[in-house]
């Protein structure tokens, strides 16, 4: 099961720390990626991997980093612009293979002034 949380509104340049709870999984055969779909557009992905081999899409780079967390993953986001409105979700990928097999459901980001 996951879960992601922490949401909300922020003006542009704001952060905003976002958690997925994971209950169930074992992380030593999977990895939770970050991904978001904004209004009208496609789901993209924001981070996948795990550990050392963690890939962030370019439009984030230098401003969104995950973490663990005790119980799941955390998405720091910081210096957020408007485009970065979306709904985000995490999903939990088998664990090298690409293939995500559990997805929670998501919590609405959006950046506005």
């Known amino acids: 099961q996951l879960q992601a949380s922490g949401g909300g509104m922020v003006q542009p340049g704001e952060s905003l720390r976002l958690s997925c709870a994971v209950s169930?999984?074992?992380?030593?055969?999977?990895?939770i990626g970050w991904f978001r779909q904004a209004p009208g557009k496609v789901r993209e992905g924001v981070s996948c991997?795990?550990?050392?081999s963690v890939n962030y899409a370019d439009s984030v780079k230098g401003r969104f980093t995950i973490s663990r967390a005790r119980n799941g993953m955390y998405l720091q986001m910081n210096s957020l612009k408007p485009e970065d409105t979306a709904v985000y979700l995490c999903?939990?990928?088998?664990?090298?293979?690409?293939?995500?097999?559990?997805w929670g459901q998501g919590t609405l980001v959006t950046v506005s002034s």
């Open positions: 999903a939990a990928e088998v664990l090298g293979t690409g293939a995500y097999v559990i």
């Open positions: 169930g999984l074992d992380f030593r055969y999977y990895a």
């Open positions: 991997g795990s550990g050392g």
